[in-house]
């Protein structure tokens, strides 16, 4: 009944920009936290951000000074303004909600389906 839905991903050159977008759909009361995870091959998925419910923000080393985490309540949905796209960004995605009261249950976490992004000349 609730579902994440990625958007945004695609090829861009480095030092390039993008900008993805989550939306949580369905009947939704309040989502605590919500963040951008990646999983490049061979690796481990990995946080890239975090926003809380009060607006407070954590990124991975690697992407700080670059990726702008934001959210927007009243849409249940989390953006992450990538610029200065590195060719080691190169990942799969995902939107993470954690804590989300709906009216179909309670989810501890959820995932979405994931959004290529590549960098590459």
């Known amino acids: 009944q609730v579902q994440l839905v990625e958007s945004g991903g695609g090829l861009v050159q480095p030092g390039g920009s993008l900008r993805l977008s989550c939306v949580a759909s369905g009947s939704i009361f309040i989502i605590n936290a919500m963040g951008w995870y990646r999983e490049a091959p061979g690796h481990q998925r990995e946080l890239v951000a975090r926003i809380t419910g009060g607006g407070s923000t954590t990124y991975a080393a690697s992407v700080k000074g670059r990726f702008t985490i934001s959210r927007d309540n009243a849409k249940n949905t989390v953006h992450l303004q990538m610029n200065s796209l590195k060719p080691e960004d190169t990942a799969v995605y995902y939107c993470?909600?954690?804590?989300?009261?709906?009216?179909?249950?309670?989810?501890?976490?959820?995932w979405g389906q994931g959004t290529q992004v590549t960098v590459s000349s």
């Open positions: 993470n909600t954690d804590g989300t009261a709906s009216a179909s249950g309670y989810y501890n976490v959820l």
